[in-house]
């Protein structure tokens, strides 16, 4: 059984960076997409960016594009998510997810990921 483990969150203030890292069991790692996705305190979960199993697309949300950056290590079995230029309104559980295929077209779907993280919380103060 896979396990994903999401860590990094923290609180930081507006204008400020954080970097999220999700370690995940197994030996295929490179095989699977990784995404992450977020949900803020009292609204939808909602896609944050995702990338290819090989690491060789990346795809993000209007909202981050620009200040956010995904990326992985397949020989550490890991996904980050760098964030920059952090706003209030990026605060939110950060969740990691992994697709059972190594791309996917619907990379913003949650419900084409397979196995979730537990979550982080990424608060940015005003």
């Known amino acids: 059984q896979v396990q994903l483990v999401e860590s990094g969150g923290g609180l930081v203030q507006a204008g400020g960076s954080l970097r999220l890292s999700c370690a995940a069991s197994g030996r295929t790692f490179s095989s699977h997409a990784m995404g992450w996705f977020r949900r803020a305190p009292g609204k939808e979960r909602e896609f944050v960016a995702a990338?290819?199993?090989?690491?060789?697309?990346?795809y993000y949300a209007d909202s981050v594009k620009g200040r956010f950056t995904i990326s992985r290590d397949n020989a550490e079995n890991t996904a980050y998510l760098h964030m920059y230029s952090l706003k209030p309104e990026d605060t939110a559980v950060y969740y990691c997810a992994q697709s059972e295929y190594s791309s996917t077209s619907y990379y913003y779907q949650g419900d084409r990921y397979a196995r979730w993280g537990q979550g982080t919380q990424v608060t940015v103060s005003s």
């Open positions: 990338i290819t199993g090989s690491g060789g697309n990346t």
